[in-house]
């Protein structure tokens, strides 16, 4: 991994992982796991923003008869 992706994701929970005691295979698990959760919570976050943008587009006052 990138010490640049490293840093842009969180310093800390990759410092982290390189401290605690195990083996290097459980090392990339641990690290894969860290991307499949930053990769859903910006699913999340997308979703999320999209939804927003909608709501506004259905609160629109409506035309009155």
Do not use: C
């Not at 990759?14 to 959760?37: N, S």
Request: glycine residues 8%.
């Amino acid at each position: 991994m990138s010490k640049v992706k490293q840093k842009a994701a969180g310093n800390s929970l990759y410092a982290l992982v390189q401290r605690v005691q195990m083996t290097d295979r459980e090392r990339q698990v641990a690290v894969g796991a860290i991307h499949i959760a930053e990769g859903v919570a910006g699913a999340v976050l997308w979703v999320k923003e999209k939804v927003a943008a909608m709501g506004t587009w259905f609160l629109k006052p409506s035309v009155k008869h």
